[in-house]
């Protein structure tokens, strides 16, 4: 069985930072495009970030574009999201995601169908 589990979620003042984790098992991924998602309270899932196997391709939303990275490190099967300057609107819940093909403009689809999702980490950014 393959489990995504996010973590690092929390509540933090506007302008600080979190770092997310999205750890997998039951097999490695390390040739997936992984990313992650977000639905504030609400809204509509949107898409957030996301990042081809090897780390050389990258693809952010507008919306976090200078204020989020996302990396990965396939040894340990870990995507991560560093998430700063927080807005409040960038409250919602967090959730990682994985998918085979190797095209991330895949990913910029209406809600695109995902491999893997993990169950989402709450991210709450106070004004």
């Known amino acids: 069985q393959v489990q995504l589990v996010e973590s690092g979620g929390g509540l933090m003042q506007a302008g600080g930072s979190l770092r997310l984790s999205c750890a997998a098992s039951g097999r490695t991924l390390s040739t997936y495009a992984m990313g992650w998602f977000r639905q504030a309270p609400g809204k509509e899932r949107e898409f957030v970030v996301a990042i081809n196997w090897s780390s050389a391709m990258t693809y952010y939303s507008d919306s976090v574009k200078g204020r989020f990275t996302i990396s990965r490190d396939n040894a340990k099967n870990t995507v991560f999201l560093q998430m700063n300057s927080l807005k409040p609107e960038d409250t919602a819940v967090y959730y990682c995601?994985?998918?085979?093909?190797?095209?991330?403009?895949?990913?910029?689809?209406?809600?695109?169908?995902?491999?893997?999702w993990g169950k989402g980490t709450l991210v709450t950014v106070s004004s």
């Open positions: 995601a994985a998918h085979p093909y190797q095209s991330l403009i895949y990913w910029t689809q209406p809600d695109p169908p995902m491999e893997y």
